[in-house]
């Protein structure tokens, strides 16, 4: 199964999903008018991956800004995730903000809420 | 009045009104990110904090959405024969303020009010709370967003919305939102 890598444009994130270090990174901004057809791929590849995944899986989510339209997407891509975990494989979610934005460390602790895996919340200074 | 001294006349309102940047037409995909590009970089010229410009930024990424994904065809006799929407974005003293105008059918403005006059019943508390509802419902409408973008608007402003609609007796309602976010 081949790797993603997309390169972010002022309304998509930097999409980097490598098969075999089980490492998934999203990063940059998720505003899209249509988030379905571009999350679309990163929910597919997630369902390939599910049916023989590494021991350990981790996602970083390193977003600047997202969108409404995105948040029920990156929503499925948790959900993928945390059906590895139901199955026993480890999903590790890490959930990246800037130290300022509030804003952006609370929808992470929304979907912490929704989603039975732990996030870990990572502060940076600056993306 | 002659049409020269129309010209000055809006420019002097929207001046007086300290508009940073106002648009009238159709909203288009690249339309769209421009605004969001120029009112970004006067954010960072005029130096504002990183919490208030994400603020404006996502509001406005919302509002400007909004205006492309559920624009109705306005009546014919307002004149225009394609959807045409309005946009402003002011500063003020206390902070800024989104104002946005599209025309509505009065379906989908009936369940836009209702939606509205829910969130302005609520506190911020209870509008977190019903963001995380509907984001985990896990329904989601052709357009992706399910009926989040009111409501992350109103969490992100944390003041009530301001909005009318203004019937035009032909099934159709003028729609005006007002989207404050203080310093």
Not at chain 1, 33 to 42: A, G, Q, T
Not at chain 1, 86 to 91: A, D, L, M, P, S
Not at chain 2, 21 to 33: A, N, P
Request: glycine share 8%.
């Amino acid at each position: 199964m081949e790797n993603i890598r997309i390169e972010g444009t002022a309304k998509t994130p930097t999409v980097d999903f490598n098969r075999s270090s089980g490492v998934l990174v999203i990063r940059g901004r998720s505003i899209p008018e249509n988030s379905i057809d571009f999350y679309k791929p990163l929910v597919e590849w997630i369902d390939s991956y599910a049916e023989n995944p590494n021991d350990v899986t981790v996602l970083n989510m390193q977003l600047e800004y997202f969108n409404t339209s995105s948040s029920k997407c990156i929503l499925d891509v948790f959900k993928k995730l945390e059906q590895i975990n139901k199955n026993g494989q480890e999903v590790q979610i890490q959930w990246h903000y800037e130290e300022e934005d509030e804003d952006m460390l609370e929808a992470g602790e929304d979907y912490d809420a929704i989603i039975d895996i732990d996030f870990k919340m990572v502060k940076v200074v600056e993306f | 009045m002659t049409k020269i001294q129309e010209i000055f006349d809006l420019y002097d309102s929207m001046e007086r009104k300290n508009i940073m940047l106002s648009f009238k037409g159709d909203m288009s995909t690249s339309l769209l990110t421009s605004i969001l590009q120029i009112i970004e970089n006067k954010l960072d010229r005029f130096g504002e904090s990183p919490r208030v410009k994400k603020r404006i930024f996502n509001i406005l990424v919302e509002c400007l959405q909004n205006l492309y994904h559920h624009i109705d065809q306005p009546p014919k006799r307002a004149g225009a024969d394609t959807p045409s929407v309005i946009v402003m974005v002011a500063k003020n003293v206390s902070g800024y303020a989104i104002i946005t105008g599209n025309f509505m059918l009065d379906g989908n403005a009936h369940v836009l009010k209702k939606r509205l006059e829910q969130i302005n019943g609520m506190t911020q508390e209870e509008v977190k709370n019903l963001y995380k509802s509907v984001l985990a419902d896990g329904k989601m409408s052709e357009k992706g967003g399910g009926g989040l973008g009111m409501i992350d608007i109103a969490r992100k402003s944390g003041e009530k919305l301001e909005y009318g609609f203004i019937p035009f007796g032909d099934g159709s309602s003028f729609f005006s939102l007002n989207v404050k976010v203080n310093q």
